[in-house]
């Protein structure tokens, strides 16, 4: 890959929360790179820990509750241990978010255009004219028509795709090097969410920023990231390029990801597949791989924690956590005529 | 086991609330109400208090104990002439210019505990009796409030139509006239006349009156709020697969809206006899309530502020009786409603 | 809201001429009353005519200001006009005075949510919910009043006559009336801050880099405030109309509450009357005010 320094460098990061019933531990040694102009996606279900990773970033998990470990170094600090000045700094200035659900993501009493200004005020030591300018030109930017009368407009004016877009253009209002965008469409149409990817790769393409996109979707992740991290239940499990996940995945819960898409060019599946169980509780995960007791082909060696590895000489950025050989991993998770999951081999759909 | 497409999931991480959604994973199997149960034995403060009201309780069913074996007096017998020894002082009751005798303590042998009123009666007396006519009426008032409520929300919250829109215009009425006024009005009025329903007839001093007038003036508080409740609640599958199985409305409002409404009613029930206990006393202020000379809290605290210069104690005594049960109730009642529904503990990060 | 004016009127004559079991014309008369002046003054006063009847003309009284109270002989319309500024007085005052530290209480309470200064505020608030506030009243009248002398001991100086005599004859109902109202208000806010804290755009917030204080004021504070004013409107009203009757009473400042006491102690049904009228009116007239100022600080209620 590149040779120039990553924007962004998480080593080992860990986070858990002390709630009523016990400890939570919520992220669990997670360790990835940022460069550049990269769209990075972190993938999983609920409870993968994938959002706690990325808003403890920004140091919004911080709390009395809250304990951390590892570092996460942006430029020349580390997240974790900033200083709450040095945060408010970089949040929305170095690095911005924007949220899953758009409905409520923006102040209902201020309009649009002033919520925007204010980011911009806040960081930079602009007039109000000026900001004002650059809070139309940049809802143009992400396609919001008529800006110039939309820039004092309420939220509750705006559609949910409307209002996703005044928070990219929140978000990206002074330039950050890097986007955060957790779950971007999840709470959007299908159609809309493709428009939101398009804006996101266009504004990578054109301002260098780089993004770290949080979600479940593999179809988003298809369309837009270059590198993947697969996440479960508060570890890495799986990291790679986006080819290589897609095409040579080595964790069976990358395989059940894969498994789950339902295809157009394929034959219906007499049952939808999907992964057996539900994901472990994350007070009392067991003991050795979190993936076992889902997972048809574990056998006694899961009980000691697989290391996050890799085990493909050609492909040094391809890790994954799993103690199978590459080649039973080749052959195992084949459940089909070219198709991935994670069915048992006597499972096989006839 | 439940078996999801990993593409379906929807993302429950929203807001900063971590420690609610794993709070919520590890909830899985116990209900509810152990759960909340669980969640009240841990707030010790509010248990304290809760067991304080039940020892204010018991001090006023022991109040005939008191009163026979301790101080050997009524709550009206007075003792304006008789005189106490104190040390080897010798006090009167009541002194020649009207003043009476403060607390006493155990000096007299229990006599005066709390000293006397102007009347020379023993406060301390009265003050228990005072506790079992408040208590009294404080409980019976809220338990007629939580029916009336609880009967008036099903009906107009199940039914609509018509029984709704004649309840929700009485409510709003009831609404536009501050508690005080209405009690005070028809506490007056009663207490002069009586009432006098059908056979029943209830004399002008007796303390069905309070209770029935206090019951009733609180009904609309309670009883829009759990309207709300049944409103929302009808809508919901559990009544449509009830009204499938051709079960009646008044089943379906008994046997199926109001166990859901329980937590409600929990709630709101401590919060009812505080309410009460403080609307008899501004009731019995303003003349409204019980009148002399049976005593209650409220009725000892009207008297005494017409002596506050002469015997600030006649005044004080029965006020701090008041506010510490008032209290102890409203600090159970908040226990009781942070165990039922515990917001997610979220802290503003500390710097 | 005609409709529910017209009906409290309703119930309150019906409470005062058909449940008592006493007849106005007695009470008028005084006790050496022989038939015969019963009989004038019942029809004088009109008490031989229907109910309904006496209604009507009581309720035309009220409204062409010619109503005579039973008792005292007065106009009860230059009365109420004359009480009114007390009660004005005590309203604005003590509204500004518990909303000023309900806010900082609240505001202080839910920054420290769940720590011991939280909980200690929070029986703290409790305990001046639970205290009635004419015991209050009466205490602080006693103390600070009447011993040390420092406050006067009740009445009512009008501020066009005395502006400090004014206010200090009202710090200590203000404070009395205040003591609860903080206490319900105190826990208000801090739970519509508790509330606010947790939404999405409260994040949002964060995530943009904002300071905290800015985080708080601008956003946290004016959206949970929101609930808070509206209900803060609708007891503002109930005092104006007279709703602090104990207050008035415990420290004689001779306002409209004190009015309709006294009035409803003696059974004087035409002040009666017209107060109830009077207080109801306030009441769903800041009902009111209270929707358009919800719709004014809340944009999404702003429709057609």
Known sequence: MSSTRPLLSVKDLAVSFATEDGVVHAVDGVSYTLAPREILAIVGESGSGKSVTVMTLMGLTRGVNARFGGSAVFGSTDLLTATEEQLERIRGNDIAMIFQDPMTSLDPV????????????????????????????????????????????????LSGGMRQ???????????????????????????????????????????????????????????????????????????????????????????????????????????????????????????????????????????????????????????????????????????????????RPQETPA | MAIEPASELSSVEG?????????????????????????????????????????????????????????????????LTEILHEGNKQVYVVSLSGVPVGPQWFAAGGKFFLGADDNGRDVMVRLLYGARTSLEIGIAAAIITTVLAVVVALFAGYMRGITDTILSRIMDIMWAFPVVILGVALGTALSIGGLKIGPVTLQSGSIAIPILIIGFVYVVYMARPLRGQVLSMREKEFIEAARAQGMGSIRIMFTEIL??????????????????????????FLGAGVQPPTPSWGEMISEGIDRITTAPHLTIVPGLMLVLTVLALNIFGEGVRDALDPRAKVRISDN | MIAVLFAISVITFAIFNV?????????????????????????????????????????????????????????????????????????????????FFAICLGMYSALKAGKISDRFLTVLALTGISMPVFWVGALLSYYLGFKAGIFPNGGYTSLTSNPVQWAWHLILPWAALSILFIG???????????????????????????GQRRVLLRHV?????????????????????????????????????????????????????????????????FNTIVDIMYAWLDPRIRLA
């Open chain 2, 259 to 284: 166990p859901n409404l329980a937590s409600t009613i929990v709630v709101f029930f401590p919060l009812a006899i505080a309410n009460a206990i403080l609307l008899e006393a501004y009731l019995s």
């Open chain 3, 184 to 210: 319900v208000y105190s826990r208000l806010v801090r739970s519509s801050i508790l509330d606010t804290i947790n939404e999405d755009f409260v994040r949002t917030a964060r995530a943009k880099g904002l």
């Open chain 1, 110 to 157: 201020y309009k649009i255009g002033d919520q925007i200004i204010e980011q911009i005020r806040a960081h930079e030591n602009v007039s109000k004219a000026v900001a004002r300018d650059r809070t139309i030109t940049l809802l143009d930017e992400v396609g919001i028509p008529r800006a110039r009368e939309r820039v004092d407009s309420y939220p509750h004016e």
């Open chain 3, 19 to 99: 449940i008592p079991n006493g007849d106005p014309a007695f009470r008028l008369a005084g006790h050496s009353a022989t038939p015969a002046t019963i009989a004038t003054i019942r029809r004088e006063w009109g008490f031989d005519k229907p109910l309904y009847v006496q209604y009507e003309k009581t309720m035309q009284k009220i409204f062409d200001g010619t109503l005579i109270s039973y008792s005292t002989q007065t106009n009860v319309d230059t009365e109420i006009r004359h009480d009114i500024w007390p009660t004005i007085s005590l309203a604005v005052g003590a509204a500004l005075i518990w909303m």
């Open chain 3, 221 to 285: 504070l004016r959206n949970s405030l929101i609930p808070v004013i509206s209900l803060w409107g609708l007891d503002f009203g109930a005092i104006i109309g007279g709703g602090a009757i104990v207050t008035e009473s415990v420290f004689n400042l001779g306002g409209v509450g004190q009015y309709a006491a006294n009035s409803i102690q003696s059974l004087d049904v035409p002040p009666v009357m017209a107060l109830t009228i009077f207080i109801a009116f306030f009441v769903v007239l």
């Open chain 2, 15 to 79: 807001g900063t609330g971590f420690e609610a959604v794993a709070e919520r994973e590890h909830a899985v199997g116990v209900g509810p109400w152990r759960l909340a149960g669980r969640r009240l034995r841990r707030n010790k403060v509010a248990l304290a208090f809760g067991v304080l009201f039940l020892l204010l309780v018991a001090l006023a069913v022991a109040a005939p104990i008191w009163a026979n074996d301790v101080a050997h007096t009524t709550t009206s017998a007075n003792h």
């Open chain 1, 165 to 343: 877009r005044v928070m990219i253009a929140m978000a990206l209002s002074c330039n950050p090097s890097i986007l955060i965008a957790d779950e971007p469409t999840t709470a959007l149409d299908v159609t809309i969410q493709a428009q939101i990817l398009e804006r996101i790769k266009q504004l990578r393409d054109s301002t260098d920023t780089a993004v770290i996109i949080v979600t479940h979707d593999l179809g988003v992740v298809a369309d837009i990231a270059d590198r993947i991290v697969v996440m479960y239940s508060g570890r890495i499990v799986e990291q790679g390029t986006v080819d290589e996940i897609f095409y040579d995945p080595q964790h069976p819960y990358t395989w059940g990801l894969l498994g789950s898409i339902t295809r157009l060019d394929r034959e219906r599946p007499r049952r939808l597949p999907s992964i057996p169980g539900a994901p472990p509780s994350l007070l009392d995960p067991p003991k050795g791989c979190h993936f076992r007791p889902r997972c048809p082909h574990e056998f006694d060696r899961c009980q000691e924690v697989p290391p996050l590895e890799a085990h493909i000489g050609e492909a040094p950025g391809h890790l994954d956590r799993c103690w199978l050989s590459t080649e039973e991993k080749r052959t195992r998770r084949e459940v089909g005529e070219g198709q991935i999951g994670l069915a």
